[in-house]
T-cell receptor, first 115, second 110 residues
Framework: AQSVSQHNHHVILSEAASLELGCNYSYGGTVNLFWYVQYPGQHLQLLLK??????LVKGIKGFEAEFIKSKFSFNLRKPSVQWSDTAEYFCAVNSWDTGRRALTFGSGTRLQVQP | NAGVTQTPKFQVLKTGQSMTLQCAQD?????MYWYRQDPGMGLRLIYYSASEGTTDKGEVPNGYNVSRLNKREFSLRLESAAPSQTSVYFC?????????FGDGTRLSIL
């Protein structure tokens, strides 16, 4: 079964600091990878996704992620965070090889940006 | 275009009561999903429906039933609510390109 690990459970940064959130997955076949963000009291919103092609993916709000197949990783980055980036971030994977259509989510990383 | 709509937004139940969470999408998606979100555990799949008329169990189906009433609607039923089912429930739809989520139902069982 596929699984997703997010090693940083709670990250506290000051505004303008750089951000990198780790995500590793366990499945060895073809995967689709996603990062979602959940602002306080809101539903999940898609930040970015990787299906194929260029392993460096750019998403909304200045976020990007790099797919490194050899490391089974899909880390999320942002050069300079803002207070408004305070939220919980979820990495997710979907594998079509197993016929599984739903997403498997990591446990989430809570990001707190201090002004 | 409302996307994915869930009702109710909040509900408090007593142990043993039953209720149905409603979900509807207006994007003509084939696949629909029910997740529960618990602190420190991310989202876990309860049930999904790949198309109208089909449903499949996810990671945590025990204590739940679902109905794919038509292409638009996918309901989640708790027949006899238990405190362990206190959670935030999210419905989602789509298959490729990521999933669209509803606003969630915060359910408390006393």
């Amino acid at each position: 079964a596929q699984s997703v690990s997010q090693h940083n459970h709670h990250v506290i940064l000051s505004e303008a600091a750089s951000l990198e959130l780790g995500c590793n997955y366990s499945y060895g076949g073809t995967v689709n990878l996603f990062w979602y963000v959940q602002y306080p009291g809101q539903h999940l919103q898609l930040l970015l996704k990787y299906f194929s092609g260029d392993p460096l993916v750019k998403g909304i709000k200045g976020f990007e992620a790099e797919f490194i197949k050899s490391k089974f990783s899909f880390n999320l980055r942002k050069p300079s965070v803002q207070w408004s980036d305070t939220a919980e971030y979820f990495c997710a994977v979907n594998s079509w090889d197993t016929g599984r259509r739903a997403l498997t989510f990591g446990s989430g990383t809570r990001l707190q940006v201090q002004p | 275009n409302a996307g994915v709509t869930q009702t109710p937004k909040f509900q408090v139940l007593k142990t043993g009561q039953s209720m149905t969470l409603q979900c509807a999408q207006d994007m003509n998606h084939n696949s629909m999903y029910w997740y529960r979100q618990d602190p420190g555990m991310g989202l876990r799949l309860i049930y999904y429906s790949a198309s109208e008329g089909t449903t499949d169990k996810g990671e945590v189906p025990n204590g739940y039933n679902v109905s794919r009433l038509n292409k638009r609607e996918f309901s989640l039923r708790l027949e006899s609510a238990a405190p362990s089912q206190t959670s935030v429930y999210f419905c989602a739809s789509r298959e490729t390109g990521g999933q669209d989520f509803g606003d969630g139902t915060r359910l408390s069982i006393l």
